[in-house]
């Protein structure tokens, strides 16, 4: 079956230091990926997308990589800070017949403490 | 633009009761999708539109579950009669397209409660 699995439900990073969070899947053959952050009590919001064909994406102090053959993705923030503490969802899409379906991960909670 | 917006925020509700979540997207997306979310299974995409139509309800759980998208500004989801399991956390997001990689633009989410 489908699966997407974020490597840990909690992460806590020292400030300063680089924020690793891991997405990976099985039985996907997307052809992009995504991730969101999502504060307590707001709906996601979307950061970065990477395409298939793509092995490394920036934004600011984010930056996305893409292994398809490992069928993993790396989400980096540099220098973190304590207002980067939140969930990160990575997402998948799921063509299926033409029918494109966005499916989430359950998502890492980050908590960069100061 | 104002964001995508759900109505209400929190709902409460008795178990049997009829539900109506509402939704307006976001001007010139042409795509709207339903997803719930809950601590144990995370967010699930329930049901999505592209101009108005419905493609895909593959993920509306039951019969007691309904979607609507009457015109390109409002979508309604609604829950007829509610059971204490479909307490949730519903968003609305919309988006530009599918397939050439859009994010999408979540809204608030309507918190519901069935007792």
């Known amino acids: 079956s489908q699966k997407i699995e974020q490597n840990s439900e909690a992460l806590n990073i020292q400030e300063g230091k680089t924020a690793t969070l891991t997405c990976n899947y099985t039985?996907?053959?997307?052809?992009?990926l995504q991730w969101y952050r999502q504060d307590p009590g707001r709906g996601p919001v979307f950061l970065l997308l990477?395409?298939?064909?793509?092995k490394e994406k920036r934004k600011e102090r984010l930056k996305v990589t893409f292994d398809t053959t490992l069928k993993q993705s790396l989400f980096h923030i540099t220098a973190s800070q304590p207002a980067d503490s939140a969930t990160y969802l990575c997402?998948?899409?799921?063509?299926?017949?033409?029918?494109?379906?966005?499916?989430f991960g359950t998502g890492t909670r980050l908590t960069i403490i100061p | 633009d104002a964001g995508v917006i759900q109505s209400p925020r929190h709902e409460v509700t008795e178990m049997g009761q009829e539900v109506t979540l509402r939704c307006k997207p976001i001007?010139?997306?042409?795509?709207l999708f339903w997803y719930r979310q809950t601590m144990m299974r995370g967010l699930e995409l329930l049901i999505y539109?592209?101009?108005?139509?419905?493609?895909?309800d593959s993920g509306m759980p039951e019969d007691r579950f309904s979607a609507k998208m009457p015109n390109a500004s409002f979508s309604t989801l609604k829950i007829q009669p509610s059971e204490p399991r479909d307490s949730a956390v519903y968003f609305c997001?919309?988006?530009?397209?599918?397939?050439?990689?859009?994010?999408?633009?979540f809204g608030s989410g309507t918190r519901l409660t069935v007792v």
């Open positions: 997001a919309s988006s530009l397209g599918t397939g050439v990689g859009y994010g999408y633009t």
């Open positions: 039985n996907y053959s997307p052809a992009y």
């Open positions: 990477i395409r298939e064909n793509e």
């Open positions: 997402a998948l899409d799921a063509l299926n017949f033409g029918n494109e379906k966005l499916t």
């Open positions: 001007s010139g997306h042409d795509y």
């Open positions: 539109f592209n101009n108005n139509v419905p493609i895909d």
